[in-house]
C-alpha cells in the first residue's frame, strides 16, 4: 500500500468517528438527473450515482450533498417536491438510495440529503386535498390562501413578484368551477409555500429529518432557509415600499421583511436541532439563505442549522484585495459564533466559475448570473469570441482560486463537473431549456440550465458516456475534451489537479486558523495553516518570485521557479 493510500485509509476511519467532520469538509454536490444515467432514459438516477462512487472517492472528497432526488414533476429540477419521504421512480427506488448510501459510507463518503421546506410541488397530495377543499378547510391551511383583491377578487393579494419572475400568486378555480382564491408562491407556481405557522407541518418535517436520518443520511442541506416563516398581515405593503423600506443591498438587516429572513424562522431551527442531535454523530446541516451579511451567523449557530452557505466569494470578482477582505471577515465572523465557514464558486444555480472567471470584469454573467448579450444572443459561448469570453482564462482562473479554496479553514463545496473545468454550456436551443426562470421571464434571462448539463465521462459515444442513451439537457461537442476519461491520468489536467489538491488538503488539514503572510504586492495573498501549510496566489499579470519552501502542487506549471500570473501554489 501506498503512503497515500495508507493516510487516506486512515482519515476515512477518522471521518466516520469525528462528530466535527463537517467542520472542514470537502462536499461535493451531485445534481444526480445529470450526473450518471444507469438504465439510458436520459436522465441520471440513484444507480448511475452508485457506479461512481469509486470515481468519487478516488476524486478524495469527505461527503456527497445530493440535489433532490424526491418524486418531482421537475418544474424546478426537482426543487418541486411530490413526497419528502420518497425517491423518484425515474431515478429509482428506496432500496436504491439505501445501496448508494451504503456504498458512500463504505468508501468513507458522507451523505447531505438537500431538504426542501418552503414549499412543496402542487401535486403534493396536500395541495391536491387544498385545491379540493373549501376556503376556510385545513387542508387550505398548509398552504398560504388569500381572498383576492377587487370586487370579484380578480386581482392577486398583493403585487409581489416571484423569483423567478412574474406574479407570486396563482389563482385557483374553487370545487364547484368558479374562480376562487390565491395562493402564494415565492417560486414558479408549481411550488406553492407552505404554511410554517400550522404546527402539522413543522411535526411532518421533523418525520422527514428522522426518515432520512434513521436511513443514514448524515446531514441536510436546507433550500431556502431562510423564507419559511411569515407575516402576511394585512395590508400588505407593495413592492415598492418594500423596496424603499430594504435596508441593504443584500436584504433587510432588520427582520422585518413579510417573508425572507424573519426572526422566528430559528424556532423552527431549534428544533430541527433538537432531532439532529438525536444521532450520533449529530446530524449536520447547512443552510441556504441569501441574507444580509450581518445575519448569515443566525443560521450557522451550533444552536441552529450549524453551518450557512457563504456565496460571497462567488459573487467577487477574481482579485487579490475582495478575496482577502472576505476570508478575513468571514474567518473572523464564524469564529464568534462557533460556526466553520463555508466556501463555494459553484453551483447548480449560477453560471460555472472557470466561465465567469474568462467574462469581462463587471459583466452580469462574471457575477454569476447566466445572461445574454445585449444583442440577445447567449455570450456565455464556450469557445466564442475572445473579447467575450476567454476560455482559457476563465480556466486557470478557476483552478487558482479552487486550489485557495481548498487551503482556506472551513468546508469547500464543489459541484460536479468543475473537477473537469467544465465551462457554462450557453448554446442550448430555446425549445430544449428547462429552467423555469427562462420561461417565466420570457427568455430575457436564459436560466440555469447551463451549469446543469450531464456530465461527459467519456470523449465520445452516445451522451458522451453519461448513459446508453441521450442526455435530457444537450451536450456540445466541445465537452469531449473535458471528458473524465480525456482527464484521468493525463498529468496537468483539472481532475489530476483537484485530486492531488483533494487528498493533500486531507492530510495537510489543521486548526481552523489562517495566518496571512505580508507579501509587499497587492496583486499576492500568501497565507499560513498550522503545520507550516502555505498557500500562494498570484492574482497578477505577471509571474512572481515564491517565498521559500518546498512546492507542493501548483495550479498551473511554474515558469522558471516562479509563480506565473493567474497561478495558486501550496508550499510547506
Ligand atoms: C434554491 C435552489 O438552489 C434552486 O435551484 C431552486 O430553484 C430554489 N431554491 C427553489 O427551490
Same mark, same amino acid.
Given at each position: ?293 450581518? &445575519? $448569515?451567523? @443566525?443560521? +450557522?449557530?451550533?444552536?441552529? =442549522? ?6 460571497? #466569494?462567488? /459573487? ?79 480556466? &486557470? $482562473?478557476? @483552478?487558482? +482560486?479552487?486550489?485557495?479554496? =481548498? ?6 463545496? #464543489?459541484? /460536479? ?156
Amino acid at each position: 500500500m501506498s503512503t497515500t493510500a495508507t493516510l487516506a485509509t486512515l482519515s476515512d476511519s477518522n471521518l466516520a468517528a469525528d462528530p466535527n467532520w463537517w467542520r472542514q469538509a470537502s462536499v461535493y454536490q451531485i445534481y444526480p438527473r445529470s450526473f450518471a444515467d444507469s438504465n439510458g432514459d436520459g436522465l441520471g438516477d440513484i444507480k448511475g450515482i452508485t457506479a461512481k462512487v469509486p470515481y468519487l472517492k478516488e476524486l478524495g472528497i469527505d461527503a456527497v450533498w445530493l440535489s433532490p432526488f424526491y418524486p418531482s414533476a421537475l418544474a424546478d429540477g426537482g426543487y418541486d417536491v411530490d413526497d419528502y419521504r420518497n425517491v423518484d421512480p425515474k431515478l429509482g427506488t428506496l432500496e436504491d438510495f439505501d445501496e448508494m448510501a451504503n456504498a458512500l459510507h463504505a468508501a468513507g463518503i458522507k451523505l447531505i440529503a438537500d431538504i426542501v421546506p418552503n414549499h412543496s410541488s402542487d401535486r403534493h397530495e396536500w395541495f391536491r386535498e387544498a385545491l379540493a377543499s373549501p376556503k376556510g378547510s385545513a387542508a387550505r391551511d398548509r398552504y398560504i390562501f388569500r381572498d383576492g383583491k377587487g370586487p370579484n377578487g380578480e386581482f392577486p393579494p398583493s403585487d409581489w413578484d416571484s423569483v423567478f419572475g412574474g406574479p407570486a400568486w396563482e389563482r385557483i378555480t374553487e370545487p364547484d368551477g368558479t374562480p376562487g382564491q390565491w395562493y402564494m408562491h415565492i417560486f414558479a407556481k408549481e411550488q406553492p409555500d407552505l404554511n410554517w405557522a400550522n404546527r402539522e407541518i413543522r411535526d411532518d418535517f421533523l418525520k422527514t429529518l428522522r426518515f432520512w436520518s434513521d436511513r443514514g443520511v448524515d446531514g441536510f442541506r436546507v433550500d431556502v432557509a431562510h423564507a419559511l416563516t411569515k407575516d402576511l398581515t394585512e395590508p400588505l405593503l407593495s413592492k415598492l415600499e418594500l423596496s424603499a423600506a430594504n435596508t441593504g443591498t443584500d436584504g433587510f438587516a432588520d427582520g422585518s421583511h413579510p417573508f425572507w429572513d424573519r426572526d422566528d424562522v430559528h424556532e423552527v431551527y431549534a428544533e430541527w436541532r433538537e432531532v439532529f442531535n438525536e444521532y450520533n454523530p449529530p446530524r449536520t446541516a447547512v443552510a441556504e439563505a441569501w441574507v444580509h451579511a450581518t &445575519r $448569515r451567523p @443566525r443560521y +450557522a449557530s451550533p444552536a441552529g =442549522l450549524g453551518q450557512a452557505f457563504n456565496f460571497d #466569494l462567488l /459573487q467577487a470578482d477574481f482579485d487579490a484585495e475582495e478575496f482577502r477582505e472576505i476570508i478575513t471577515r468571514n474567518l473572523a465572523e464564524a469564529a464568534a459564533t462557533g460556526a466553520s465557514s463555508t466556501w463555494v464558486f459553484s453551483n447548480h444555480d449560477v453560471v460555472r466559475h472557470a466561465t465567469r472567471y474568462g467574462l469581462p470584469k463587471g459583466s452580469k454573467g462574471s457575477k454569476g448570473k447566466p445572461a445574454k448579450g445585449q444583442d440577445g444572443k447567449s455570450w456565455l459561448l464556450a469557445g466564442g469570441p475572445k473579447e467575450e469570453l476567454d476560455v482559457e482564462l476563465g480556466e &486557470r $482562473r478557476a @483552478r487558482a +482560486a479552487t486550489l485557495l479554496m =481548498l487551503a482556506v479553514p472551513g468546508s469547500a463545496y #464543489l459541484y /460536479q463537473g468543475e473537477e473537469l473545468g467544465l465551462q457554462e454550456v450557453a448554446e442550448i436551443p430555446d425549445a430544449e431549456r428547462q429552467d423555469p426562470s427562462f420561461f417565466r421571464n420570457k427568455g430575457v434571462e436564459v436560466g440555469r440550465d447551463g451549469c446543469r448539463v450531464p456530465l461527459p465521462w467519456a470523449v465520445e459515444g452516445t451522451s458522451f458516456g453519461f448513459g446508453d442513451g441521450g442526455a435530457h439537457l444537450p451536450q456540445p461537442d466541445w465537452f469531449s475534451r473535458y471528458a473524465v476519461e480525456a482527464q484521468d491520468g493525463t498529468q496537468g489536467s483539472t481532475l489530476e489537479l483537484y485530486r492531488t489538491a483533494l487528498k493533500l488538503r486531507r492530510e495537510l488539514q489543521a486548526a481552523e486558523e489562517l495566518e496571512w503572510i505580508e507579501t509587499g504586492n497587492p496583486e499576492v495573498l500568501h497565507f499560513s495553516r498550522p503545520g507550516g501549510w502555505r498557500s500562494v496566489t498570484n492574482f497578477g499579470d505577471t509571474a512572481v518570485e515564491l517565498p521559500a519552501g518546498t512546492v507542493l502542487v501548483s495550479s498551473a506549471p511554474l515558469v522558471d521557479g516562479k509563480l506565473p500570473a493567474n497561478t495558486t501554489a501550496w508550499l510547506r
